[in-house]
């Protein structure tokens, strides 16, 4: 070897590995932060709304799941000492204010206090609830508005044109909000004791002893909405208990997620482990043998979505159709909760791309009354009139611009 | 430049395994990044001097004329190289002794919890130290031939092997 070229290439060898050695961090990755710019406060003042219209009068008649649920929701936010207050309101064409304590309120719904508090309660204009609500509410507080969600067109209208408008409406009110503030929704729908008239799509009254569905939505800032939700479950809820939810955030966020070391035959690339596959390989082993595997290990808790929606294949959408996906719990002591394994039967050099999509739930179809006329048709009873519109209005003010939550990609290169 | 001794020790990572090697990479479970310390340039650059400091005391310390042949310089080679590998071996096994290894590298579980694999042994440290002394006899092997030609006396220890016309 030549002597001189011999010293350049120690001189060059010595330096380059004493410069990096010394070093900590320098392989991180801070293209994936997801930690949010926004500033909020640490408890939002919680706005209470309950519907007292002349349709919700049977749910308060004695003591009712009804009242059980909502004074066993609202005392649960007050111990779990998430809310900075609790403020209570009647709703109908007007926000009445209550100055009562949560027990004297729970006590006091009856009829004859519903009828006592005024307000229009002839109809009910459900967009015009909306946007009352969400007119009060803001980044620092939290609104939950309870109601039986019944459209009243009242008699004579064409009911299916009314419910179209109602959804027309209720997606310009909520796509306006979302120009102002993050805000997501959860809808919680329960069911509970109903002694009292049902007003049907035409105002007539039928007096009617049953089992009535009635909801609980939830409006604010998704940081406080999850929160509230892992304090408070859908599980811990008293009364007969939650029996379906809908949640909704704003699309198109980033979130944090990393492939996972070691569930493949591949490596990281050192510059961008959590996104970057370097020398893809199948696998010789396990179950996957002879395809080429991975997995990633996602936080979509900022989502509040449950467990079976994100367990769904069918709520994810991959560019490349040679993959399929399953999905699973991350390992234990994992800082995500999500797995999304991933297995090809071919190796290519490509970008993944893994879709969370943004899905109406299922449950409003099977749910809605169409009709509104007659409460004793089969199955009339556990429905409500109108509510897949309702629900649909908010769904398409969500996916107005995008149709997924967020976008995983992944680089893989042989 | 910050990956030439890793890539280097790549080379022998049959011997010690992919998950021995990402420790070594410095990857971190916590961050799913590499931010803890690269000992592949840590040791690497331990082992460099060594060998180093062994071949100046063969050429230029000791530089005796009875030293001057391919056995004696053989037996400075294992010198160094038996020396990095016990310098490799007490580097990892202190870091596996003492469970600065962390768990995601060294065992595969499910999400009870529960182990499915165990992916790095203590025999690995040994085995990362085997291929610390090839390392270090490669290197040991580079700085003999561009150091010795300044030896007054085993300037010509090695020889290379030349074939006659």
């Known amino acids: 070897m030549n002597m001189k070229h011999g010293y350049f290439f120690l001189f060059i060898l010595l330096t380059a590995c004493a410069d990096s050695s010394s070093r900590r961090g320098t392989f991180t990755q801070n293209d994936q932060e997801s930690e949010s710019a926004e500033m909020l406060i640490s408890k939002p003042v919680v706005n209470v709304y309950v519907e007292n219209s002349g349709s919700m009068d049977g749910y308060v008649k004695g003591i009712t799941d009804f009242e059980q649920a909502v004074y066993n929701y609202l005392t649960d936010l007050q111990i779990s000492d998430i809310a900075d207050t609790l403020q209570l309101f009647y709703i109908n064409s007007q926000i009445i204010p209550q100055q009562a304590n949560l027990t004297d309120f729970i006590e006091n719904l009856e009829p004859q206090t519903f009828r006592a508090r005024g307000g229009n309660r002839e109809s009910t204009d459900i967009a015009q609830l909306l946007q009352m609500v969400l007119s009060e509410t803001n980044d620092s507080t939290v609104a939950i508005f309870v109601s039986d969600c019944i459209f009243s067109p009242g008699r004579g209208k064409n009911a299916g044109q009314y419910l179209v408008n109602q959804q027309i409406a209720i997606k310009s009110i909520f796509s306006e909000k979302l120009k102002q503030q993050n805000l997501a929704v959860i809808v919680y729908q329960l069911s509970s004791q109903f002694a009292g008239y049902y007003y049907n799509r035409e105002n007539c009254a039928v007096a009617i002893n049953d089992r009535r569905p009635f909801y609980i939505w939830l409006l604010g800032n998704p940081k406080y909405l999850s929160q509230m939700q892992t304090n408070i479950p859908a599980t811990k809820f008293k009364g007969s208990g939650v029996q379906q939810v809908f949640s909704l955030t704003t699309g198109n966020q980033t979130v944090n997620y990393a492939i996972r070391l070691g569930s493949g035959d591949f490596k990281l690339d050192k510059q961008h482990p959590k996104t970057h596959i370097t020398q893809a390989k199948k696998s010789t082993h396990h179950k996957n043998a002879g395809k080429f595997a991975f997995s990633v290990d996602a936080d979509f808790s900022s989502f509040l979505l449950d467990d079976a929606y994100l367990k769904d294949t069918a709520h994810y959408r991959l560019n490349d159709t040679d993959f399929q996906i399953s999905l699973s719990n991350s390992p234990h002591h994992s800082p995500y909760v999500t797995a999304l394994n991933f297995a090809s039967p071919i190796i290519k050099k490509s970008v993944l791309s893994v879709r969370l999509l943004m899905q109406a739930p299922e449950w409003t179809t099977q749910m809605n009354d169409n009709e509104g006329l007659d409460i004793f048709a089969p199955d009339a009873m556990r429905k409500t009139f109108g509510i897949k519109y309702l629900i649909d209005g908010v769904f398409e003010a969500y996916t107005r611009k995008t149709d997924y939550y967020t976008d995983i990609r992944i680089s893989i290169n042989k | ?165």
Request: hydrophobic share 45%.
């Open chain 2, 1 to 165: 430049m910050e990956t030439i001794l890793g890539t280097v020790y790549g080379c022998f990572e049959f011997l010690f395994g992919p998950f021995f090697a990402e420790y070594l990479w410095g990857y971190n479970c916590d961050t799913q990044a590499y931010d803890n310390p690269n000992l592949f340039n840590s040791i690497g650059l331990t082992t460099i001097a060594i060998a180093l400091t062994i071949v100046l005391l063969y050429y230029y310390f000791l530089n005796h004329p009875r030293l001057n042949g391919a056995g004696h310089w053989f037996i400075f080679l294992l010198l160094a190289s038996a020396i990095n590998l016990l310098v490799a071996y007490f580097w990892t096994v202190s870091d596996y002794v003492s469970g600065n290894i962390q768990d995601c590298l060294q065992y595969t579980r499910d999400e009870a919890g529960n182990i499915l694999a165990q992916l790095i042994y203590k025999t690995d440290c040994w085995k990362f130290g085997m291929a610390n002394a090839w390392v270090s006899a490669i290197v040991f092997v580079i700085f003999s031939f561009m150091l010795k030609w300044w030896s007054s006396n085993c300037k010509h220890s090695p020889t290379l092997l030349k074939y006659k016309k």
